[in-house]
DNA sequence: ATAAGACTTGTCATTTTTTGACAAATTTAT
DNA sequence: ATAAATTTGTCAAAAAATGACAAGTCTTAT
């Protein structure tokens, strides 16, 4: 794999798009939103809609797996912030994420 | 801090409830919420409610703050669980709290 | 067998949250 | 100063979460 970006998702889209020199209004189109709306995505002032993962790995020529990465961890990593998640917290968590596969591949 | 439940919310709802003999319907009502949906929180269907976390504490007399976390630990669980997020990529995760931590003190 | 209580499931209206869109700033480059 | 680019505010529409109730199953006592 390789390796992540340690930055934003908005930040992220904003440093591809301004690697290809395009405005807000050129890469909302393509992605068929608001340069408003992206341009607060971009500031992490909204979220990037999962649903137009697919579209944004066509514009850049990105591999979607690994975008869809960018995109869970950054994701995860908002949550891990905003609920000052701390280390100790998230090994919890993650032995509880082990529980739920044991749990539910059971019980499926 | 006292070691945390391995199991779901739902569950360790569950497990107080039947340690003070209390049925759906009276654990239900202290709670302010219908035995139906009590029942759908326990067997995992519907998310306990965070507003609810203090009445809960306070009936069967446990300390908020790990509650809490306990609460906090299920959420991020079932997102890993639900996101098939593995080790790898919750340590990424983990660095973009971090960065968001970083620059999130700065910016404010 | 059946009646009662405990629990589960399905559905739907209401509430809350998220998103899309537009107008009006503000900033940046020329 | 102008024009393009970006940001911010607001609000309606869409989507998701929640509350409530009805109807179902399952168990247990009689």
């Given at each position: 794999?390789?390796?992540?970006?340690?930055?934003?998702?908005?930040?992220?889209?904003?440093?591809?798009?301004?690697?290809?020199?395009?405005?807000?209004?050129?890469?909302?189109?393509k992605?068929?939103l608001?340069?408003?709306?992206?341009?607060?995505?971009?500031?992490?002032k909204?979220?990037?809609?999962?649903k137009?993962?697919?579209?944004?790995?066509?514009?850049?020529?990105?591999?979607?797996?690994?975008l869809?990465?960018?995109?869970?961890?950054d994701?995860?990593?908002?949550?891990?912030?905003?609920?000052?998640?701390?280390?100790?917290?998230?090994?919890?968590?993650?032995?509880?994420?082990?529980?739920?596969?044991?749990?539910?591949?059971?019980?499926a």
């Open positions: 794999m390789t390796s992540l970006m340690e930055t934003t998702f908005g930040e992220y889209i904003r440093l591809l798009r301004n690697e290809h020199e395009l405005t807000l209004t050129q890469l909302a189109a992605l068929n608001d340069s408003a709306n992206l341009s607060k995505i971009e500031n992490g909204r979220d990037f809609d999962e137009r993962l697919p579209k944004l790995a066509k514009i850049f020529n990105l591999n979607l797996t690994e869809r990465n960018e995109y869970l961890t994701q995860i990593g908002k949550q891990i912030y905003e609920t000052n998640c701390t280390k100790q917290l998230l090994q919890v968590a993650e032995e509880k994420a082990e529980y739920r596969r044991l749990k539910n591949i059971k019980t």
